[in-house]
């Protein structure tokens, strides 16, 4: 029996190759004029033999009069003259309807004239005007018939042919939002998922039923349920659901190797494209534990709003999205600067691109440079700078001490001073949670910037002039950024694995481009002068478990499909990353996910001597007098896994 079932599930696999309805080309207008014109002589033949049983003749002679053979040249040519065969009949529509409706009504009022004409001269009849009535309904029904048909018998043909390649889903909701996207995935053609029913985490419609599919409670592991009804994938479509509830959910089914999807909102579907290419994959940054941030945009646009921005660094990860997000608040001018030709050159296409009317300028610079950035200022006299532009990889900053100095202590400096020169109303310095106790010459290096930082404000209050505030935002990893973790992941996972983390008890916090850059806008708004802002990052991430995440979120099995391989820490590498020293403590604001950190000032002319002597020691290229500098300097400077290791200063 097996045997025979088998046999005979290769013969329709067999005979669906030789059919395959996809590869039917359309047919040649002729043809369609011949299928039309068959059905025309089907039509009358039809006609004939209901007028003969109604008038209870016997229908002898099965060929055509004159008349008969008039009335199909005239039909087929008013089919030519309205080009009812143009239309492809598979994809036949209402147009193609009214199409032979208009030709056969021609048909019929063009045979009543000529019949009406020839009796009113010669007073005889040609034709039977109620066979001609009876003939245009059939042959119309006929045609309309025939288009019906072949139309439904390609739309299940495709159904069937495209039913295993359709993806099976439950929808996570019962609600409005749910009910209209599950309705729009039942209708789009190719349809890419098959609604199996809606998950109802309430459990009141149990019994009920949407769109003729289930509603089932979640009366077990969502996991369980997907299984119980064959489901592939999970699509969110419930728009009240929670962070935490939605964590849960995503962790339930990745665990069990499910797909997840994200619904969008149905008032922000977009017209005019197709919504399965909308329903977007769950991305890791939607499970990061952690409530997404609110910001007061009244408060930042009025930092920004008809004013001169200046963004340092405006072509990198950070940098370019503060540079998006600046564009949104119509500054008067933007200014783009970057050493980086071609990421420049791409950031100023999408501005002109997405921001038609601004007034920017993209200007190729290196803050390590002063003259040229002096020429910056005095062209254009910004009134908020935001400063992005650093090196930031710690591997190559430890092999590279040098850079380090020249970019982020003397390329801070500069834009600082000049700010300050220029009487910018606010100088906005991003910074990193490696400058907290740090570990490598890259959280050093930022750490000594912020010293600068906080120093310059001290002489601006010391004189009296308050006309640049300056202010430094920290924050800890960002999804997504030029050399992060998650696209180094991405590219592993597309190149087979191994996926690579430094130690598997390594952790550290989160957050995505986005807010990161929503944090500098709003700490650039709040702030008064000398503020180092810190960010409420919430949980830290395993990085091991993100790892594992991102693998089933690619629709892997972690350790089978692909491997997770401890390397090593790398030079200069914590554990974990601190927000705060131990020294410091926090001032709350008005946004509870924004503190203010206190830490320990210096002095202006201690900082400016100790940083000429650095940068002065730089330019030697003796990495370990540097590293010796940089540790008077910050005294919590521990290296960590690195041969600076021995120049560390005991702290008592």
Not at 178 to 192: C, D, G, H, M
Not at 443 to 465: C, D, F, P, W
Not at 586 to 611: C, D, Q
Request: glycine share 4%; charged share 25%.
């Amino acid at each position: 029996m097996g045997k025979l079932k088998q046999a005979f599930k290769q013969v329709i696999e067999s005979s669906r190759k030789r059919i395959d309805f996809k590869s039917i080309g359309y047919l040649p207008r002729w043809a369609i004029l011949c299928f039309d014109s068959i059905i025309l002589v089907l039509s009358l033949f039809v006609t004939k033999l209901i007028v003969s049983n109604v008038q209870k003749t016997i229908l002898l002679d099965i060929s055509f009069t004159k008349q008969e053979v008039i009335l199909l040249v005239v039909n087929i040519l008013f089919f030519i003259l309205f080009r009812t065969y143009a239309g492809l009949i598979r994809h036949s529509t209402f147009i193609d309807a009214a199409k032979f409706i208009v030709a056969t009504l021609a048909t019929l009022a063009s045979l009543v004239i000529i019949h009406y004409s020839y009796y009113f001269f010669v007073e005889e009849e040609i034709f039977f005007i109620p066979k001609l009535l009876i003939y245009s309904v059939i042959s119309f029904c006929g045609l309309f018939l025939f288009r019906v048909l072949v139309k439904q018998v390609f739309e299940v043909y495709q159904r069937y042919n495209d039913y295993e390649s359709r993806l099976n889903v439950l929808v996570y909701g019962t609600g409005e939002n749910a009910i209209a996207i599950a309705t729009a995935l039942k209708s789009e053609k190719p349809a890419r998922y098959n609604v199996l029913g809606f998950i109802d985490r309430d459990g009141k419609n149990k019994s009920k039923e949407i769109l003729g599919l289930p509603i089932i409670h979640i009366n077990r592991k969502i996991a369980v349920i997907l299984r119980i009804y064959n489901a592939q994938a999970l699509i969110l479509a419930d728009n009240m659901i929670t962070k935490e509830e939605s964590i849960n959910i995503v962790d339930s089914c990745l665990e069990y190797n499910y797909k997840v999807f994200r619904a969008p909102l149905i008032s922000d579907i977009e017209t005019n494209t197709n919504l399965s290419s909308q329903i977007q994959k769950i991305q890791i940054e939607d499970i990061l534990e952690r409530d997404p941030i609110k910001l007061d945009n009244k408060l930042v646009a009025k930092e920004i709003f008809n004013k001169c921005i200046l963004v340092t660094g405006g072509a990198g990860s950070i940098g370019s999205e503060i540079v998006r997000q600046v564009a949104n608040y119509k500054p008067s001018k933007l200014l783009i600067l970057d050493q980086a030709e071609s990421p420049l050159y791409n950031i100023q296409l999408e501005i002109k691109r997405d921001f038609p009317e601004l007034n920017y300028e993209a200007i190729i610079a290196d803050v390590r440079k002063e003259h040229i950035l002096e020429e910056v200022f005095k062209t254009h006299q910004p009134n908020v700078v935001y400063h992005a532009a650093a090196y930031k990889h710690v591997p190559l900053m430890e092999r590279h001490p040098s850079e380090a100095i020249f970019a982020n202590v003397l390329g801070s400096k500069n834009v600082a001073d000049l700010a300050y020169r220029f009487k910018a109303e606010k100088f906005v310095m991003v910074s990193t949670d490696k400058a907290v106790n740090p570990s490598n010459v890259m959280g050093a290096s930022k750490r000594i910037a912020e010293m600068y930082v906080q120093a310059l404000q001290q002489k601006v209050s010391k004189e009296n002039n308050t006309t640049t505030h300056f202010v430094t935002t920290r924050f800890g990893n960002v999804l997504g950024s030029n050399g992060s973790v998650v696209p180094l992941f991405k590219r592993q996972i597309e190149e087979g694995g191994p996926l690579t983390i430094t130690h598997p008890d390594i952790i550290r916090y989160f957050m995505t481009i986005p807010e990161a850059c929503q944090l500098v806008l709003e700490a650039g708004a709040m702030g008064n002068g000398g503020e180092i802002f810190i960010f409420d990052m919430g949980e830290a991430v395993k990085i091991i478990d993100l790892a594992k995440k991102i693998i089933r979120l690619a629709g892997f099995v972690p350790y089978k499909d692909i491997d997770i391989k401890v390397v090593g820490l790398r030079p200069g590498e914590k554990l974990y990353e601190e927000l705060l020293s131990d020294k410091s403590t926090t001032l709350p604001t008005y946004n509870e996910k924004i503190m203010i950190a206190k830490v320990e000032s210096y002095s202006h002319l201690e900082i400016n001597n100790h940083i000429h002597q650095l940068i002065a020691i730089a330019k030697e290229e003796d990495k370990n007098a540097i590293v010796k500098k940089m540790k008077d300097i910050v005294p919590e400077f521990l290296s960590m896994n690195s041969d600076y290791e021995i120049f560390d200063k005991k702290i008592v």
